[in-house]
């Protein structure tokens, strides 16, 4: 009904109409459209008929849904995810966006990460050696960097295992770097070090005490066999 009281009316008013419209199909299946409407002229520039280019939309509309609902994944992926997210310039090393988590292993707020980059996040110590695994990550010779100390915002300092991979957005290449939290893991293989040393070193002294106890047993046969 709109097609006919409206959208043709408009298409002999400015010459032509293009716009979206949902047919009901008579199986009841509603098919989105999409039509051109255009006058047909003779040769004295007077309209004698309408013409109307009828699309169907129906694929289009479902990848755009399968579309969104992946970005919807993705973002609630992003948004949620237990490990900190960062998109970093591979020209300038400086940071584009990152998930809130991220965020918030570094201390800082959301807000403030655009303003950093790798730079910022690293004691100066290793900073020189951090830069040599960022660019190792994203030239792809490498695909993860183990034991990377993060300076906080506060000024103390935690380790990470980085998984990076490259993408391009907008015209400029980006390494997205997935920051895993591993200070508990290298605290739990320094004491289970610790541990190792004090039982070598246990090992060591109970070794000695036994040669020790053997010599003089051996001293004491020997005194008595003469």
Known sequence: E?????????????????????????DGRVIPTIHSIFCL???????????????D???????????????????????LSY??????????????????RFAEMLGY?????????????HPESSLAWVTERFQDLASGRIRIATDIPVLRRDGSVFYADVTASMIALEGRMLLVGIFR????????AELIQEMNLQLE?????????????????EAANRAKSE
């Open 57 to 79: 939309l129906t694929e289009l509309k479902r990848a755009q849904a399968a579309s969104l609902e992946s970005e919807s994944r993705y973002r609630l992926l992003y948004e």
């Open 181 to 188: 939290d591993v200070t508990q893991r290298r605290r739990e």
């Open 41 to 55: 002229r003779d040769s004295d520039g007077q309209v004698i008929a309408l013409a109307n280019v009828i699309t």
């Open 201 to 217: 070193a246990r090992v060591r002294e109970r070794t000695r005490e036994l040669e020790m106890s053997r010599a003089f047993a």
């Open 83 to 100: 490990e900190g997210i960062v998109y970093a310039d591979v020209e300038t090393m400086g940071f584009v966006a990152a998930n809130p």
């Open 109 to 121: 707020d959301p807000s403030d990460i655009p303003r950093l980059g790798v730079r910022d996040i």
């Open 2 to 26: 709109a097609l006919e009281s409206r959208y043709m009316p408009e298409a002999l008013a400015q010459g032509q109409w293009t716009g979206e419209v949902v047919i009901h199909a008579p």
